[in-house]
């Protein structure tokens, strides 16, 4: 296909791509270097001003090519591409075949895990399932089962996910495993247990998140897997409190956020490059750094310590041991020319690369459009929390008027684990809160915190959310009150809330 190519084309090709993004996750290349693992929804195939253009990002990156061809191959698609405004060819390859390797592994562990329920557990398999399930939202990631209690007959569901597989596949099961269970109620199955299998050593955010979940009219027991002793072990549900020795040593530790006491020349630099855009560049110190961004996309860092300037963003970085001030200056108005809410070109890496950054920024100044009975003085974004060792950063942490913290998690992309991820974070600041850590670390100054727990807000576009938030919500405990909050489509240029609602 050339670049005169018609329309009926430009179609086919874009057919094409969209059938092969209807998949899982894939490997993206670019001339035979791979740039990454992306999942579907961190992807898209447009056409503007006659042009197909197929974009991919992630949190910290983004690229875009314009496609001229394309040629599926087995669990591959070739795309013949150009990039930097026509001027450079390049070929740009979708693949799977790892994750059909995978796949197969995914196979042999749900063979071996059936064998093991049956010999440790007293329970026959009647189901053992590791394909896809589009229409409940459940993919070949997570082996699923349907168990029968040799004793008393009674069914039970069962999900599992193997070694091999990442962290943010283990986390997901849990949500995998409601899924599961409401699908096999909704072909009349009745179930009175949820058996939920992890591998040994990786349960940590599934047994904290259990002591907020419940499902209706069944138990939910977990366990980990040994796989080399082909063992299972019990996993208690506990909550933050039952580290609270590991807790209380990182919280005191913990740098929060606050005014730093840098040197003159650091404070020289820093004010050097916020007087380049006073009104479009905020800056953020954090640790032993400042950071500056624009509407949420940082494109310079200072490190105090080292005394160096780390300047551009997504790949494109580099250091200096000084301020470039012509290159800042050329960086910060491309930056702003891009970012804003119609640009010129849409696949641009300033305009794609931390969307959620970027409505957390408009959201920060001015979070009464988001709900009016919030304290607009008091708007907290990137808040440290802590797991024993492990530090975490919350989109907005805001409170109303009377004193209630809100825990606020944005997406703007759909996401199945949007209710789960926002648990995560409400935990840790409940926990925060009933030890007094915000008061003594300085938040909210002048006002009286309620004893009452937070509120989690999820926001969004509203035609955003993944079809699965509600029943995932409605499985958090009311002790959590999670509500859904629908935002405009177009937010960049002003949020606007469509609806609200309250999910559990």
């Not at 430009?10 to 059938?19: A, C, F, R």
């Not at 591998?199 to 209706?216: D, E, F, Q, W, Y």
């Not at 919350?394 to 004193?403: E, N």
């Amino acid at each position: 296909m050339t670049s005169s190519s018609k329309p009926a084309e430009i179609s086919s090709v874009k057919y094409e791509l969209e059938v092969f993004l209807l998949g899982d996750e894939f490997d993206l290349y670019e001339d035979q270097r791979l740039i990454a693992s992306v999942a579907p929804s961190h992807s898209a195939a447009e056409v503007s001003y006659g042009k197909l253009i197929f974009s991919c990002w992630g949190e910290d990156w983004s690229k875009s090519w314009r496609v001229l061809d394309a040629a599926a191959s087995g669990a591959s698609l070739r795309l013949d591409c150009t990039k930097q405004l026509g001027t450079k060819r390049c070929i740009v390859e979708l693949k799977r075949d790892g994750f059909i390797q995978l796949s197969q592994s995914r196979t042999e562990f749900a063979s071996k895990l059936g064998r093991l329920i049956e010999s440790s557990l007293g329970f026959a398999v009647e189901q053992n399932v590791t394909s896809q399930d589009s229409l409940h939202n459940l993919s070949g990631v997570h082996t699923r089962l349907l168990l029968r209690d040799r004793l008393n007959n009674r069914l039970s569901a069962g999900i599992a996910v193997c070694s091999a597989e990442s962290q943010a596949h283990v986390d997901a099961v849990l949500g995998s495993a409601i899924r599961w269970a409401k699908a096999l109620q909704a072909r009349g199955t009745r179930i009175d247990r949820l058996f939920v299998f992890i591998p040994i050593g990786r349960g940590t955010t599934i047994a904290n998140r259990l002591t907020a979940v419940a499902i209706k009219d069944a138990s939910i027991t977990c366990f980990e897997i040994d796989e080399e002793t082909e063992e299972l072990r019990s996993v208690a549900p506990y909550d933050q409190g039952d580290l609270a020795d590991n807790f209380k040593a990182a919280s005191s530790r913990a740098i929060w956020p606050g005014e730093k006491r840098v040197s003159p020349e650091i404070a020289s630099w820093a004010e050097s490059i916020r007087s380049i855009a006073p009104e479009h560049i905020s800056a953020r110190s954090r640790g032993g750094e400042i950071s500056f961004a624009i509407r949420g996309l940082e494109f310079a860092c200072i490190n105090i310590r080292s005394r160096r300037v780390e300047l551009g963003v997504g790949d494109e970085k580099s250091q200096s041991a000084e301020l470039d001030h012509l290159a800042i200056g050329d960086l910060v108005q491309t930056i702003i020319k891009h970012r804003i809410s119609d640009p010129v070109d849409r696949g641009s890496l300033y305009y794609r690369l931390q969307p959620e950054r970027w409505l957390e920024s408009i959201l920060r100044d001015d979070i009464s459009a988001l709900d009016p009975s919030l304290d607009s003085r008091f708007v907290y974004s990137q808040v440290p929390t802590y797991r024993g060792e492990q530090r975490t950063y919350i989109d907005l942490l805001a409170v109303t008027r009377s004193g209630r913290l809100v825990v606020i998690e944005l997406k703007v992309a759909e996401d199945p684990e949007f209710p789960f991820q926002g648990l995560d974070y409400w935990q840790r600041v409940e926990w925060h809160r009933q030890r007094g850590d915000f008061e003594r670390r300085g938040y909210f100054p002048g006002l009286k915190l309620s004893n009452e727990p937070p509120l989690l807000y999820l926001v969004a576009p509203l035609f955003r959310f993944h079809q699965s938030i509600k029943l995932i919500a409605e499985s958090i405990r009311s002790a959590v009150p999670v509500y859904k909050i629908g935002i405009n489509e177009r937010w960049r240029g002003g949020v606007r809330v469509l609806l609200v609602e309250k999910l559990n």
